[in-house]
C-alpha cells in the first residue's frame, strides 16, 4: 500500500506541476498587471486626499485667522466708537457745566444787584420814615399844645 501511496501521491504531485507553474505565471501577472497599478493609484488618490485635507485644514487656519483679524479690527472699532462717545459725553458735560456756572454767576449777580437796590430802598424808606414820623410827631405835638391851650383859658374863665 504504500508503493500505491506514493504512486498516487507522485502522479498528484506530477499532475499539480502544471497547476501551481499557471497559479505563479497568474500571481506574477496580477501582481504587474493589476496590484501594481493599483497600488499606485490608490497611492495617488491617498497623497490627493492628503494634500486635499492639509490644503483645506491650511484653508480653515487661514479662515481662522481671518475671523480673529475680523474681530480684532471689530473690537478696536467699538473701542473707538466707546470712546468718541465718551469724549462727546464728556464735552456736553463740560459745556452743560460751563453753561450751569454761567447761569449761576448771572444768578448771583442779578441777586446781589436785588439786594443792594433793596438795601438802597430799605435805607431810603427808613430815612422817609424818621422825616415823616418826626413831621408826624411835630404835628401831634402842636395839635395837642393847640388842644391845651384852648382847653387852659376855657378852664381859666370858670
Not at 28 to 43: E, S, T, W
Not at 81 to 105: G, M, W
Amino acid at each position: 500500500m504504500d508503493a500505491a501511496l506514493q504512486k498516487a501521491l507522485g502522479e498528484l504531485l506530477l499532475a499539480a506541476v502544471p497547476t501551481m507553474v499557471m497559479f505563479t505565471i497568474l500571481y506574477l501577472a496580477y501582481r504587474v498587471l493589476v496590484h501594481k497599478p493599483l497600488m499606485q493609484v490608490l497611492a495617488e488618490r491617498h497623497s490627493k486626499t492628503e494634500g486635499a485635507v492639509a490644503k483645506a485644514q491650511a484653508d480653515v487656519a487661514a479662515a481662522e485667522a481671518k475671523t480673529a483679524e475680523y474681530e480684532a479690527r471689530l473690537r478696536e472699532a467699538r473701542l473707538a466708537i466707546f470712546k468718541s462717545q465718551e469724549a462727546r459725553r464728556k464735552q456736553l458735560l463740560d459745556a452743560r457745566s460751563a453753561a450751569i456756572a454761567e447761569a449761576r454767576a448771572r444768578a448771583e449777580a442779578q441777586v446781589k444787584t436785588a439786594r443792594a437796590e433793596l438795601d438802597k430802598e430799605f435805607a431810603t424808606a427808613k430815612i422817609t420814615l424818621q422825616a415823616q414820623a418826626e413831621t408826624l410827631a411835630n404835628e401831634i405835638i402842636s395839635s395837642v399844645l393847640k388842644m391845651a391851650g384852648q382847653q387852659a383859658p376855657a378852664a381859666g374863665a370858670q
